[in-house]
Structure formats: C-alpha cells, structure tokens
C-alpha cells in the first residue's frame, strides 16, 4: 500500500533560518505530491503541490521538488518567519491505487514548526 | 468561494449521547472524508465516500457512521459516543484525478465527558 513518512517534530527554529523538513513516500503508481499547512485553529489548507517528475511547487516562499529516483518530496523554505508556526503534512493522491483510502489519498502524521522571534 | 462547511466547531456532550456532525461542499466533488486527528497520531481516515450512495470505511471506522445521500452532504454520525472519541474531527472533499486537492473543513473539537 501507499505510505509518506515525514519527521514530526516539534521543530523549532529561529526566524530567519532556512527550514528544510524531510518527506518520503511509497506508492505503488504513479502520484500527485501534496505539503499541506495547518494554522492553529485551523482546518488544513494546500500549501504546494507536483504532479511528475522534477516538477517543483512553490508558493508564499515555500518550495519543494518531486524527485522520482528518491521518492522524495522535502519542503524548502529559505528564511522562515514566526508566522510559518504550523503544522505542515506531506500527502500523495495516487489513482492506480487500490489502497490508502479514497482514491489513494494518503498523509503523512505532520511535523509541528516553531519559529520563534 | 469554494469551501467546505462542518458544524458545530465545538461540542461538549456526555457519554451515549447521539450527535451528528455535518458536512457540507459547495464544488460538486465526488470524493469526501472524515478524519480525526490526535496528537501524536496524525490524521486518521474514519469513513470515505466515492460518490452519492458509496461509502466505505478507513482505518478507524469503529463507533461512527456515515450516509451519503446528496453529493454535497457528508454527516458523520456518532450514535453513542465514548471519551475515547474525544477528538479534532475534519471533513475534506475533492474531485477525480490525481491532480486534484483536497478541501477541509474549519474542523470540529469534540469532547465527550
């Protein structure tokens, strides 16, 4: 079956610092790559997404590449701000699957970031 | 605006009690889900739907229950709630193909006492 595995954390950093949080996966197609962002209070919202190979996903300063070879798909952001503080989920959607619930749509657990002033 | 819609957002109740939490999607998607996420366990999948009639269960299915009879409508149904369903309940929705995104709900913190 499916799987993405991502640190948890708590990660905590200072504001300005270059944040890098790790995420893998399994899949038995070919998936959709997904960082989701989770404010307190918040339900979760898309943050960036890749759909093939070498495709990169950027937005708010965020960034992250789909790289096939690692199965990896890590989120990149070069000077954090105390307003990043969230919950961050790595996710793939992969349709040939036949597991992982809906449609293939599986989440990593979330890694909680900290960035403090 | 697109969104996903869940009530209530909070809700204390007692043991036994039936409640129904509902969920509501204005993009016509096919796909909904319930979810409850704990700390330390992440998101959990309780029930998934495919599309009007069609649901099935997650990994944790046990004590809930869900219909679909509109696209757009998606209730998770506890009939007799137990403290160990204490918890952050979120709804998502999205459409077919592997390129789509989910949409969640605001979310919903249940505590059962």
């Known amino acids: 079956g499916n799987s993405v595995t991502q640190m948890e954390g708590p990660v905590t950093l200072s504001e300005e610092a270059f944040l890098t949080i790790n995420c893998t996966y399994t899949?038995?197609?070919?998936?959709?790559l997904f960082w989701y962002v989770q404010y307190p209070g918040e339900g979760l919202q898309l943050l960036l997404k890749?759909?093939?190979?070498?495709d990169k996903g950027s937005n708010k300063g965020f960034e992250a590449t789909y790289r096939k070879e690692t199965t990896s798909f890590h989120l990149e952001k070069g000077s954090v701000q105390v307003s990043d503080s969230a919950v961050y989920f790595c996710?793939?959607?992969?349709?040939?699957?036949?597991?992982?619930?809906?449609?293939?749509?599986?989440f990593g657990k979330g890694t909680h970031l900290i960035i403090q002033p | 605006e697109a969104q996903v819609t869940q009530n209530p957002r909070y809700l204390i109740t007692v043991t036994g009690k039936k409640l129904t939490v509902t969920c509501s999607q204005n993009?016509?998607?096919?796909?909904m889900s319930w979810y409850r996420q704990d700390p330390g366990l992440g998101l959990r999948q309780i029930y998934y739907?495919?599309?009007?009639?069609?649901?099935d269960k997650g990994d944790v299915p046990e004590g809930y229950k869900v219909s679909r009879k509109e696209k757009r409508n998606f209730p998770l149904i506890l009939e007799s709630p137990s403290p160990n369903q204490t918890s952050l309940y979120f709804c998502?929705?999205?459409?077919?193909?592997?390129?789509?995104?989910?949409?969640f709900g605001q979310g919903t913190r249940l505590t059962v006492v």
């Open positions: 993009m016509n998607h096919e796909y």
């Open positions: 998502a929705s999205w459409g077919q193909g592997r390129r789509t995104e989910a949409f």
């Open positions: 739907s495919m599309n009007v009639e069609v649901t």
């Open positions: 996710a793939l959607s992969d349709l040939t699957s036949t597991g992982g619930g809906a449609d293939g749509l599986t």
């Open positions: 899949a038995t197609g070919y998936p959709s």
């Open positions: 890749a759909t093939k190979a070498d």
